[in-house]
């Protein structure tokens, strides 16, 4: 099993910056992705940002230009650098790591962080 913790959400002014932490912990696969999803109440959870051990990230097209993803393998954790925040960015932030071991694809979940942007 793996587990993901996160931590950094909160109560964050329109205009204001938060970073988001997950760490990794468990029976951790060799070869893995991470990434950041997101939830508001009555709509579907969406990708946010996604890594790859090879540096390759992924965008949602809403935040494109005011987040940044990045990884410490070494820590196997990962960030989300959020700014410029929006109103509409206010949601459950999730951890996801997906394992990419041949024949295990997997993916695991943290318990979410709540982001709220609110003047």
């Known amino acids: 099993q793996v587990q993901l913790v996160e931590s950094g959400g909160g109560l964050v002014q329109p205009g204001g910056s938060l970073r988001l932490s997950c760490a990794a912990s468990g029976s951790i696969p060799d070869l893995y992705v991470m990434g950041w999803y997101r939830q508001a109440p009555g709509k579907q959870r969406e990708l946010v940002a996604l890594i790859t051990s090879g540096g390759t990230t992924n965008y949602a097209d809403s935040v494109k230009g005011r987040f940044s993803i990045s990884r410490d393998n070494g820590k196997n954790t990962v960030y989300l650098q959020m700014n410029s925040l929006k109103p509409e960015d206010t949601a459950v932030y999730y951890c996801?790591?997906?394992?990419?071991?041949?024949?295990?694809?997997?993916?695991?979940w943290g318990q979410g962080t709540q982001v709220t942007v609110s003047s």
């Open positions: 996801n790591l997906r394992n990419s071991v041949i024949g295990y694809r997997y993916d695991y």
